[in-house]
């Protein structure tokens, strides 16, 4: 299968779940984003795994259990997001064994794959199917336009009744203000109208 490369482009905080963080994932040669929502925790595991000279002062999960690997002389080739279903990303870790080449693939929670994979420099991949259903194509290059606060309390909740234009202009608004959340119930949207059509 032809995979697609991904970069940790950053994590933010989630303005619509409380407690909750967005990982942003891009492609890298179309720079579209895939924003997967974690929690705090793995939200602070990714970074400190991320930020090679930051030690805590006990081991994390995901540390632990990279020395579990690196003890039984695994090491981790690849992390493969290979699925959505209901919003919810699925992922795969394909361990190696340096010994004796057996592979092993384990099922995981995204944040749980990138966590690991940011402590062995571990590509991270998805697949075209995943990235036309959750990927936003950021558009830095357009004139941004003034939204007025009234219109956005209006349609929040309401997207069946805006027009196609307004729909694109939200979802790029969502985007820039990083509500990813926001962004995928919009797309959503947009996705539901271009399949009546077709």
């Known amino acids: 299968m032809d995979y697609k490369r991904l970069t940790i482009r950053g994590i933010s905080y989630s303005q619509t779940q409380s407690g909750a963080y967005a990982l942003l994932l891009e492609h890298e040669e179309t720079n579209i984003k895939l924003p997967v929502v ?24 995901h540390d632990l259990f990279s020395k579990f690997v690196l003890a039984t002389h695994f090491e981790i080739e690849s992390v493969i997001i290979y699925q959505i279903i209901d919003g919810v990303f699925f992922s795969n870790i394909n361990f190696k064994n340096k010994t004796t080449a057996e592979e092993l693939i ?28 959750a990927g936003i194509l950021l558009e830095l290059d357009l004139p941004s336009k003034e939204v007025e606060s009234e219109e956005e309390i209006a349609v929040e909740g309401n997207l069946s ?38």
């Open 106 to 133: 384990l099922d995981a929670r995204t944040s749980d794959a990138v966590a690991m994979a940011v402590r062995f420099d571990a590509p991270i991949y998805t697949t075209q199917q995943v990235l036309n259903e």
């Open 38 to 61: 974690i929690g705090n925790f793995e939200a602070q595991s990714i970074s400190l795994g991320l930020e090679k000279d930051i030690h805590p002062p006990r081991p994390l999960t």
């Open 161 to 198: 009744t805006l027009t196609n234009e307004d729909l694109k202009k939200l979802l790029d608004d969502a985007v820039k203000d990083e509500d990813f959340d926001a962004a995928l119930e919009i797309q959503e949207e947009i996705k539901r109208r271009k399949k009546k059509i077709d």
